[in-house]
């Protein structure tokens, strides 16, 4: 059997994730058989396994960091929010259901055995689980039937680390209030207090800490830097989705001479797509959800959304469809992912309900329509780019891997269908008609198809990651800076996958200076 360690924060955004990935690449590092596990994770970004089922985002970057290869009993709950009162619920991989909160509420707790099942598989596979809470325990109002938190931690009888957020004020009291509001029992499963994203002389902290020890009773195993670390972000509360500040001449910091923008919808998901294009020197990545944020960019982006015909219509009310069609006339390359793909067709039809119901008017940029379906589609792919043209033509060629993930089926229209016009297929009328992008298969089915269009400079795919590839990536931007004559300027991408080893590492490197592993190591073989 595995032993356990749990780490749960006084609220949301505090570093949980992070720190579970790091104490995961540590005990990896130290040669323990490591695997993560969330029972429930609320997030947008998702992944899809080598079986197609779907997870968080969240416990793949633990995975990788562990060095293991991610399998949905790491997630066995997973909800993704339609919107401001109910999620879609994700059950061992596969969708369960739309339900608003408090129907879930009602029901999660019927789920104890998927949480319980999955938790066993991998108690019998590894040495170590680390597990990640959720929010705050101390959410008086949900803790009666807690699964992610204080209940996790007693069903698989875990000793907890807490951690709290420095960096947003407060910390002493985070810790102490959240201690305070659990009850006898709760409490004693709390063996290790973390003051997270610390900045500054940790001396000056030094007596803050000896009667936080006092007043709690519960040793502090940690002060952890701010570290400058460049992980995978769990959901909207990201920093990275706060870059949105155009740079100007004349500023301190060098002007970037390539400037994406990312289009942040309020649902916005899988934004990790772009994640490889912010190691690129002399390029930025910007999150704008104005007119006013746009400015002039080489490229906008619009990414996958839980919910693409009300994000559509937010664009089309705050003025950014007109301003992104008035950019594409005027040269600016348009590339959409997923649900952003979806909005560059003509017409999005929801006939089942699986979001709004009826049909809207899409941006027409592309010769196509989409056609909302019950069944979702979840499956790896491989392939490559057909021949490309417009500004990103030296993405001819290329291969390609990535998932799909989407409810939703599109089909190039008016002599853009590559099924009846084969001859244009390569690309020789994209000035007239809509052109499939990329030749993919299917990995679990082995089905071979085309897919994804683009029509002079606007192009579009389902497929997440597929700027992963180190060829891929540095063949969008190097294509940019051809277009705007700043070739010789311009660095490579890099290989993403090794970037994000060296980045485990750093983080690793940051805990193990600042966490008395020690402690950490006796309180996970003392257990509770």
Not at 213 to 219: D, H, S, V
Not at 221 to 244: A, I
Request: hydrophobic letters at 40%; a negative charge; charged letters at 25%.
């Amino acid at each position: 059997m595995a032993k356990a360690i749990m780490i749960q924060g006084t609220m949301s955004n505090v570093g949980k994730s992070v720190v579970a990935a790091g104490l995961c690449r540590i005990f990896h590092q130290d040669g323990y058989r490591v695997a993560p596990f969330k029972s429930q994770n609320m997030a947008l970004n998702s992944f899809i396994t080598k079986e197609g089922l779907e997870m968080g985002r969240a416990q793949v970057m633990q995975a990788e960091a562990a060095g293991v290869e991610p399998v949905v009993a790491m997630n066995p709950i997973l909800l993704k929010p339609t919107n401001d009162i109910g999620s879609q619920v994700i059950v061992n991989g596969e969708v369960l259901g739309t339900m608003n909160a408090r129907d879930y509420f009602k029901r999660k707790k019927s789920l104890v055995p998927d949480i319980r099942k999955a938790y066993d598989t991998l108690d019998q596979v590894y040495d170590i689980i680390v597990i990640e809470g959720a929010g705050s325990p101390a959410e008086i109002n949900l803790k009666q039937d807690d699964i992610v938190n204080m209940g996790m931690a007693k069903l698989a009888k875990a000793p907890v680390l807490l951690v709290g957020d420095i960096d947003r004020g407060g910390v002493f009291a985070q810790l102490y209030g959240t201690t305070e509001l659990l009850e006898k029992e709760e409490k004693a499963l709390i063996k290790g207090l973390i003051i997270n994203k610390f900045r500054g002389d940790k001396t000056i902290l030094d007596p803050g800490v000896e009667m936080l020890e006092q007043l709690t009773g519960i040793p502090v195993v940690g002060v952890t830097p701010y570290l400058h670390v460049s992980l995978e972000d769990e959901d909207s509360l990201s920093e990275r989705l706060e870059n949105d500040r155009i740079a100007q001449e004349g500023d301190s910091a060098r002007v970037p001479l390539i400037d994406l923008a990312v289009i942040r919808f309020p649902r916005i998901s899988n934004f990790t797509d772009f994640n490889v294009f912010e190691s690129v020197e002399n390029v930025s990545v910007r999150y704008v959800s104005s007119v006013r944020q746009l400015g002039q960019p080489d490229m906008i982006l619009l990414p996958g959304t839980k919910n693409t015909m009300r994000d559509l219509l937010w664009m089309r009310q705050n003025g950014l469809e007109a301003a992104i069609l008035k950019a594409q006339k005027a040269g600016t390359v348009i590339f959409g992912v997923c649900g952003g793909y979806q909005m560059l067709g003509r017409t999005i039809t929801d006939a089942e309900g699986v979001e709004e119901g009826g049909t809207i008017r899409g941006m027409g940029l592309l010769d196509m329509d989409t056609v909302f379906e019950c069944e979702k589609a979840r499956t790896r792919v491989e392939g490559s780019f057909l021949s490309v043209g417009g500004v990103l033509s030296e993405l001819s060629g290329l291969p390609l891997y990535g998932y799909e993930i989407h409810m939703g089926r599109s089909r190039l229209t008016d002599g853009g269908d590559s099924d009846s016009h084969p001859e244009k297929a390569g690309g020789r009328e994209a000035g007239s008609a809509s052109v499939p992008f990329t030749s993919i298969e299917n990995v679990l089915s082995c089905e071979q198809k085309q897919e994804g269009a683009w029509k002079g400079n606007v192009y579009g795919t389902y497929v997440h990651g597929i700027f992963d590839r180190e060829e891929v990536a540095t063949a969008v931007i190097h294509s940019l800076a051809t277009a705007k004559g700043v070739t010789e300027q311009m660095g490579k991408a890099v290989d993403f996958a090794a970037f994000k080893e060296t980045q485990y590492d750093l983080l690793a490197a940051g805990l193990r200076a600042n966490l008395d592993m020690g402690a950490i190591y006796r309180i996970l073989e003392a257990g509770v």
